[in-house]
């Protein structure tokens, strides 16, 4: 029994992000053929959602196998607004991804400044290291002397 | 407050999780380890699908023209679209493509960080069994508190003029720190006028933003940056190159001499 559920647990995940990303990608679009552009964003982005809402029928891709041609994926989120790829695909395979503009772009100047000032408050340290618990620096270095500050600063933590 | 502080490897870089709960909660030594153990997890399998250094990674794999429509997973088209649009955001200054092929190196890191944090430690204070979390890997850091917590974490910057003493920190709650310096790992950054940085920090409310930005002040400079962060209130602290450094800090876009 113990065997048994992790085994089906692993074939019923495997077949959700098998079919999450057939969803989420494949199925949503079927963009005419190589080369047409979609022209509006916001035309594409309703069609995403009515195919989305439709699309339990639609299962027939051979698995492995898709027709040359252009297909646009769910658009997912950035600090800048949605974004949504396009992937060029001859011979099976994707040549070129394009990332497609979304209409309300005005927005994201607006949602920059309303995000980027976060709790936090910033003062200078008069004493060596006094009360921080982690230290901020850049990756090369981090590996000398502050991954060490870090370090020290784990084992005194209590 | 208990603190719970563990490390880990992962995409080649040391990370450090910490972890803070009254005795209330009931944080065992078990449930630490679940987390370590989810978070190394996720860590290594979005490393194995971006990594620009292991020959099977989606990323290598689509550079070399390999990829297929199934194999674009949906974490591949978000960091897609987060690199492009960095790369406009910032006209260039953050480069996903400098080599001639797409390597989103420089925000990858972040944002795996700020997703493992959302995935499994922000639900762990929204539901109240933490206080307070936060995530360090090689440098760039993520911090979150319970809802109305008033915990701070403290988090000091390194000061390459003396790496052994940090001069300014950070109080945050819910924010996150990124620091790029000059001699960047994978040598992801083209600076596109003479080096006039040696270092810079960006405190965002999410690490892959943050991320981007120092790693586009650095190929910036100072004058370039620091009109940037006016046009986008951005925060954070440079230091410049010569044998005069200064540090500067900037505060919402507004900078100050620190």
Redesign the interface.
């Known amino acids: 029994m113990k065997k048994i559920i992790p085994g089906i647990l692993s074939v019923a995940v495997a077949g959700a992000v098998a079919l999450d990303g057939y969803w989420l990608f494949v199925k949503d679009h079927v963009t005419a053929a190589t080369g047409n552009q979609v022209q509006s964003s916001a035309s594409s982005s309703s069609t995403t959602s009515s195919s989305q809402a439709s699309s339990t029928n639609a299962r027939t891709a051979t698995s492995g196998t898709y027709k040359n041609g252009t297909y646009t994926g769910k658009a997912t989120s950035t600090q800048w607004g949605d974004v949504q790829v396009q992937a060029v695909i001859k011979n099976g395979k994707i040549t070129t991804i394009n990332v497609l503009e979304y209409p309300n772009d005005n927005q994201h100047d607006k949602q920059i400044n309303s995000q980027v000032l976060p709790t936090y408050k910033a003062e200078a340290l008069k004493k060596q290291s006094a009360k921080i618990q982690l230290v901020s620096g850049a990756s090369e270095t981090y590996k000398g002397f502050t991954g060490s500050l870090q370090n020290a600063l784990d084992q005194a933590e209590v | 407050m208990i603190?719970h502080?563990f490390?880990l490897e992962a995409m080649a870089?040391?990370f450090?999780v910490?972890l803070k709960a009254t005795p209330e909660m009931g944080l065992s030594a078990q449930r630490v380890t679940t987390y370590r153990q989810l978070i190394q997890q996720e860590l290594d399998r979005l490393n194995h699908e971006f990594s620009p250094f292991r020959p099977d990674s989606l990323v290598r794999r689509?550079a070399r023209?390999?990829?297929?429509?199934?194999q674009?997973?949906?974490d591949f088209?978000?960091v897609?679209?987060?690199a492009?649009?960095a790369q406009d955001?910032t006209a260039g200054a953050f480069n996903p493509f400098f080599a001639g092929h797409y390597d989103p190196t420089g925000l990858v890191?972040g944002w795996a960080i700020q997703r493992v944090f959302e995935q499994y430690l922000r639900p762990a204070l929204t539901r109240g069994d933490l206080v307070a979390a936060?995530i360090?890997g090689?440098?760039?850091?993520q911090?979150g508190v319970a809802p109305g917590s008033d915990f701070?974490?403290?988090?000091?910057?390194?000061n390459?003029l003396d790496?052994?003493?940090?001069?300014?920190?950070?109080?945050?709650?819910?924010?996150?720190?990124?620091?790029?310096?000059?001699?960047?790992?994978g040598d992801h950054i083209v600076r596109q006028v003479p080096a006039s940085l040696q270092?810079a920090?960006v405190?965002?409310?999410?690490l892959?933003?943050a991320d981007i930005y120092a790693t586009a002040a650095v190929a910036m400079g100072r004058s370039r940056f620091l009109t940037f962060s006016r046009q986008?209130?951005?925060?954070g602290?440079l230091v410049t190159t010569g044998p005069h450094a200064q540090v500067v800090?900037i505060?919402?876009g507004v900078s100050h001499d620190?």
């Open positions: 603190t502080t490390t870089m040391p450090t910490k689509f023209q390999e990829l297929t429509a199934a674009l997973t949906r088209q978000t897609y679209g987060w492009v649009r955001q890191k936060a360090n090689a440098g760039d850091v911090t701070y974490w403290r988090v000091g910057i390194e390459p790496p052994t003493r940090p001069t300014y920190a950070y109080r945050l709650q819910n924010a996150a720190v990124a620091t790029s310096g000059t001699r960047q790992h270092q920090t405190v965002c409310p999410t892959t933003p986008h209130q951005l925060s602290l800090r505060e919402g620190a």
